[in-house]
């Protein structure tokens, strides 16, 4: 017998291997000569389904690596809906807020119109008691006595035109001061069923990102069960360990972040510096001149961005936010809707930002708190009382805050300026998420239930096209 030569051996992937060993043996036999007149040799079925083995190996291996980079995008997407669920809810309260103090004054107005109404009586008593003292006709007194309206005292007596001077002027006072007592009360009673549904919204939307919150949590754990059961398979197709298929898909997962994360700053820091503007003065607060001395600070490129924790602890109850007294924010809209780069307006000085930035690091490690302005809070909250307590008013949610502050570059950052999170950059009305620059490339944030105030890299992916300046 001639001696076998072994011939050409096909090129399989060197990571596949257990289950596939047999396969590439009955593949080495392809073509070598001789092979199909030894009877204990390979058939042709054999080597095709050999074949088969490898490419199903092959495509089960890479299915699996698909699985898990969705698996890792799910949990980001499903981390995004919290935030926007919060968001959601920030602005309901906010809303409800601010109907209830349309209320609240609807109904010290309806009060004080009524006492004053009650007074006009008064003094149309003391008018009817006097004439009656006076000798004055019966159906004059009685019709003045009597009547509870103006309308009431013309019903009730044909003596009206008897009226005159101090009297008649009594009765015009009272017959206004009841008019517009009844209209207050009127508007009273519709600005508090207004609250009332505004509360009933902000419920409703607490509900909702408490909901989304529980089933991010649920998605988490079901997606961490299923990436254990893949990483254990892929372990098991490589001959290798669940520990090392873990590190290198982290790894994998990582590099992803940090292309992605790479891709948009080099887009953000392309955005050219705004030109100069000057806001329109506060009547009540004159705008600080910012510190010539302090140059901006630019982001560390050196700095990767931190990703949230993914097993967070179970999620904070929510608290009824008490509002800081310090200033109001001036309800002045940009004159710009599209939140253009130099639209908005800045107050704050540089030195007003550092103690901001000072302020929100004395909360580090405050929990996060649905609606939250203190002592646990959300992102805008945060953001809000620490600028609050550096003598600069802001909005409360960071929607509203993106529209009201300067829109700058993020090459012209400098401490105590604000970064925002959207999921469209021409729609403020996206905006899930506000953090405040500290310099170094870092910002202080209240991301979401489950994590406290917290320092962390900055982060461009996901951000609006401008940084803001309060």
């Avoid at 076998?4 to 090129?11: D, F, K, Q």
């Avoid at 596939?20 to 392809?30: D, G, I």
């Avoid at 004080?112 to 008691?129: K, N, S």
């Avoid at 101090?166 to 209209?183: F, S």
Wanted: one cysteine or more.
């Amino acid at each position: 017998m001639s001696e076998r030569r072994a011939g050409p051996r096909p090129r399989v992937r060197r990571r596949v291997s257990g289950a596939l060993t047999l396969a590439t043996a009955a593949a080495l036999l392809v073509g070598a000569p001789g092979a199909f007149a030894d009877p204990g040799g390979p058939s042709d079925q054999d080597v095709q389904d050999a074949r088969e083995a490898v490419r199903d190996a092959e495509q089960s291996v890479a299915q699996m690596e698909i699985r898990l980079a969705q698996l890792s995008t799910q949990a980001d997407a499903a981390e995004r809906a919290v935030q926007q669920a919060g968001e959601a809810y920030t602005q309901a309260l906010a809303a409800a807020e601010d109907a209830q103090g349309a209320a609240d004054d609807a109904a010290q107005r309806s009060s004080d119109a009524a006492a004053t109404a009650e007074q006009a009586r008064r003094e149309l008593v003391a008018i009817a008691r006097q004439v009656a003292r006076s000798g004055g006709s019966a159906d004059l007194v009685e019709s003045l006595l009597s009547a509870e309206g103006f309308e009431d005292v013309a019903r009730r007596t044909s003596a009206m035109d008897q009226i005159t001077g101090k009297a008649d002027e009594a009765v015009q006072a009272y017959r206004a001061a009841d008019l517009v007592a009844g209209t207050l009360s009127a508007q009273a009673q519709d600005a508090a069923a207004t609250a009332a549904d505004a509360q009933a919204d902000a419920q409703t939307a607490l509900d909702a990102a408490q909901d989304t919150a529980d089933d991010a949590d649920a998605a988490r754990v079901q997606g961490e069960q299923e990436r254990e059961a893949l990483l254990a398979q892929l372990a098991a197709a490589r001959s290798t360990s669940v520990e090392v298929e873990r590190e290198r898909q982290e790894a994998i997962d990582e590099e992803r972040r940090r292309r992605e994360e790479r891709e948009a700053r080099e887009e953000h820091e392309q955005d050219p510096d705004p030109e100069p503007t000057t806001p329109s003065p506060d009547p009540t607060t004159p705008p600080d001149r910012p510190d010539p001395t302090t140059p901006p600070d630019r982001p560390d490129p050196t700095t990767p961005p931190d990703r949230p924790d993914p097993d967070p602890g179970p999620t904070t109850p929510p608290a009824q936010p008490t509002r800081p007294p310090t200033p109001k924010p001036d309800p002045t809209k940009p004159s710009n809707p599209g939140n253009g780069l130099g639209t908005g307006v800045s107050r704050g000085s540089a030195s007003q930002g550092a103690t901001a930035v000072a302020v929100a690091k004395s909360r580090l490690g405050a929990p996060y708190v649905w609606g939250g302005t203190g002592p646990g809070y959300d992102c805008s909250g945060l953001t809000m009382t620490s600028w609050s307590a550096a003598g600069v008013g802001i909005n409360r949610t960071s929607r509203d805050q993106y529209k009201q502050v300067l829109k700058i570059s993020y090459s012209s950052m400098r401490p105590g300026d604000l970064v925002f999170w959207g999921t469209n950059p021409d729609d403020a009305n996206s905006i899930y998420h506000v953090a405040m620059y500290i310099g170094g490339g870092q910002i202080i944030e209240a991301l979401r239930p489950g994590l406290t105030v917290r320092i962390t890299s900055m982060r461009y992916y996901g951000a609006m096209p401008y940084a803001g300046r309060p």
